[in-house]
């Protein structure tokens, strides 16, 4: 970018098998523990189901499952990130939630072609700091629910 | 005084009293005679005139001043009245609330009212030809006759009245302080606590504050209504130190009002009230409303976010609840179970409070449409009679702020074009005044609103006609129509049927934003007609945000809700009740084949239980098709808040919500609608 105006961004920094990932804070509502989840039927293979949430019942994503990383059983560092887009509210499963940091917009640098396992869509970007990478999601194409609908009309025959 | 930080009090209760007064006028109109209406109707304007007199709102306070005598007139059978009255009357009560309204848009709620207040004071004066004029009559304050209450007010004759009639005595009693007490305050306050256990004390002179600020000689009196006798209250008010005596004598509402209405003409009572303290005057209001049956209510405004905000807390508590308890079944400690047990039952009702907090009666909205059917009728020269029924049907408060206006639409519509005129009604054979009726009920997961006619019904030929001469069908369409949806065309935009457009209705917009709003409300609107006999219009509100009853099943430890309305009756079958037809698997019920659903199967829940001998089995319906739902086992009843998914699963199969139970854990709410075909 030509801009020279350094801009930060506060995001969460979150664990996913061996990757660190990063959503900006003013779209997460909040971390919480493991709870029982209610599964939902015929609903996509990564959705785990819902909590209540405070009274809120609150949907839930595996994002191994939504970003094609295999699975793994959830354990003490096991988190839920609470995100809020546009009208949705919706809960994500890490692995575990690692940090509070500020990523000046300079670092960030358009995704590249191929990242590991993760398909490319999800990915706004990806900063460089110090012997980090963060990868920052795109949580409106995490949560796109074109994908859901249309799984959804291939399960449910 | 400043006054402003009382104003939204002023402006609310003074809409609930305008309120009473438009409904009890048109119930008098029907039972001219009735007292207990008159009655309740004086005390309306009295308090409205307290009120606003209090507030500084002279124009009201003037007003109801004088419709309160006009019905202190007809309370003492000095007036007689007329239909002819009524009009009038509720003339009075339309600027009194066109007042009010001007006061609540920062106005000072003035307004000539000269005209109508002449016009009120005839109606007082014709029948009453000796009386003066009753506004300026203001006697001197009289001597004390038998007893010191020469300033008894309505609300407190009326108590005592009723008081009497239910077995109560009435007592005045005087106590005498001792001439050296000290504190007088603190034994007043004394004499009153011995006072409340006896019974109820409906006055004091001097005034409650008075007293407490010892404002006073050494004597002070009360009326008290009480069950026990002279003696006992007598001897019970002398266990206070330092009272030199008491005096305790019956008091009879009766003697009272006579030697009362000797002295005092018309309108001498009724001038108490603003010289009365404020404290007295509330004190009387709370009284009024604790013993006077059919009294209104006392509201207060909450925004209704902050309630769903007490509704989720109040479900984390639920969930800590619950936890309580597994802790304290777990540790076997006694104390700590029966305080649990006592914490649950007090939550639970806690919990019944909060839930029903958003439910509003329907009342809300309809109280304002018989004035309004009453109104459009005059203008139009019509005779109709509105009948409402269930008028205290509750429906979610969301749910009846949207839907006055389409009511309002379709009463219109009916008062307009559903009722003919008299010459008309009369040459068809039917009685002259034509009846609206509105209906609200609970069904299911359902609210219906009906409103019937019985007036001249949908010419369908002309609904046709005029549907193809505006382009919203073609004639090869219109042959084909079902009955139902002719009817409904007029529901569509840009159409109106009337041949005539009058002011109430017939432009051709209103019926088809009743049926948007109702559509964005999530139900739906459905009409009936016979040509000559009426139409029905019929409404289906869901009952979203609302309790509703479900039946709790078990599918492999996964928890699921079943609404009861859609639930026929569950049974448990054994395996060879079970039949095969088609490849498909189902069952005899009462005489009917009924396909047997697996819920599992549609749930994708792991079956282990294959060869169970007994299978339980729901039984739910759509319309009139039925179909057997199988379950694991059955838990039980629950009334249970509807959520839904979030608007990232809105469109799951066959789950219509969900719901978070007792132990804060989710269970999903099954649509069974979905399921059956």
Known sequence: MSNELVTENKVIVFQLKDEEFAVSVQQVGGIERMVTITRVPNTADFVKGVINLRGVVTPIIDLRTRLGIEESPYNESTRIIIVNLEEMEVGLIVDAANDVMDIPSTVIEPAPEVIGAVNADYIDGVAKLDNRLLILLDLKKVLTNEEIGELKMVEGQ | ??????????????????????????????????????????????????????????????????????????????????????????????????????????????????????????????????????????????????????????????????????????????????????????????????????????????????????????????????????????????????????????????????????????????????????????????????????????????????????????????????????????????????????????????????????????????????????????????????????????????????????????????????????????????????????????????????????????????????????GLLTEREAETLPEQKIYELILESGFSTADKISDISGRGVGLDVVKNTIESLGGNISINSSLGNGSVFSIQLPLTLTIISVLLVELNQEKYAIPLSSIIETAIISKDQILSAHHKRVIDFRGKVVPLIDLKEIFNCPNTNEDESYTSIVIVKKGDKLAALVVDSFIGQQEVVLKSLGSYLSNTFAISGATILGDGQVALIVDSNAIIK
Do not use: W
């Open chain 2, 1 to 470: 005084m400043d006054t402003s930080q009382y104003l939204d009090v002023f402006i609310d209760e003074s809409n609930e009293h305008i309120e009473v007064l438009y409904q009890k006028l048109l119930e008098l109109e029907k039972n001219p005679g009735e007292k207990a209406i008159i009655e309740e109707i004086f005390r309306a304007a009295h308090t409205l005139k307290g009120m606003s007199a209090t507030m500084g709102f002279s124009d009201l306070a003037t007003l109801t001043h004088t419709l309160e005598n006009v019905f202190d007139a007809i309370r003492y059978d000095k007036v007689q009245v007329q239909s002819s009255m009524i009009d009038l009357l509720v003339d009075t009560v339309d600027s009194l609330n066109a007042m009010v309204e001007d006061i609540a848009s920062g106005g000072k709620g003035s307004l000539n009212i000269t005209e109508i207040a002449k016009q009120l004071e005839a109606i007082e004066k014709g029948t009453m030809p000796v009386q003066s004029d009753g506004l300026t009559n203001d006697n001197v304050q009289k001597e004390t006759i038998s007893n010191v209450f020469t300033q008894l007010d309505e609300f407190e004759l009326s108590i005592l009245n009723e008081s009497h009639e239910r077995g109560f005595h009435n007592y005045e009693v005087t106590v005498q302080l001792r001439e050296d007490c000290l504190l007088k305050g603190a034994r007043v306050f004394m004499v009153f606590e011995v006072l409340e256990q006896l019974g109820e004390v409906i006055k004091s002179v001097p005034s409650v504050n008075d007293l407490e600020e010892e404002n006073f000689e050494s004597t002070f009196s009360i009326i008290l209504v009480s069950k026990n006798e002279e003696t006992e209250i007598e001897e019970k008010i002398k266990k206070v130190s330092e009272i030199d005596s008491v005096v305790v004598n019956a008091f009879s509402v009766n003697q009272y009002r006579e030697s009362m209405a000797q002295q005092e003409v018309a309108s001498g009572i009724l001038e108490i009230v603003e010289t009365n303290t404020e404290e007295n005057k509330s004190k009387s209001n709370t009284v009024d409303h604790d013993s006077i049956k059919g009294a209104h209510q006392k509201t207060i405004r909450v925004n209704i976010e902050k309630l769903d905000i007490l509704m989720n807390l109040f479900e984390e508590l639920i969930i800590d609840r619950g936890r309580l308890e597994q802790i304290s079944s777990d540790l076997r400690n006694n104390d700590l179970q029966e305080t649990v047990e006592r914490m649950a039952r007090v939550s639970s009702d806690l919990q019944n409070i909060i839930l029903t907090m958003r439910m509003v009666p329907i009342d809300h909205v309809f109280s304002r449409f018989p004035r309004m059917v009453r109104k459009l009728a005059r203008d139009l020269h019509k005779n109709i009679d509105l009948e409402i029924i269930g008028a205290d049907t509750e429906l979610d408060r969301t749910v009846i702020d949207e839907i006055g206006d389409p009511i309002v639409h379709l009463l219109r519509n009916a008062v307009d074009h559903g009722i003919e005129t008299k010459e008309e009604r009369i040459k068809n054979g039917k009685p002259e005044k034509g009846t609206i009726t509105l209906k609200a009920y609970h069904s299911g997961n359902h609210v219906f609103i009906e409103i019937t006619d019985d007036g001249a019904g949908i010419n369908k030929d002309k609904v046709l006609k005029k549907a193809i001469g505006n």
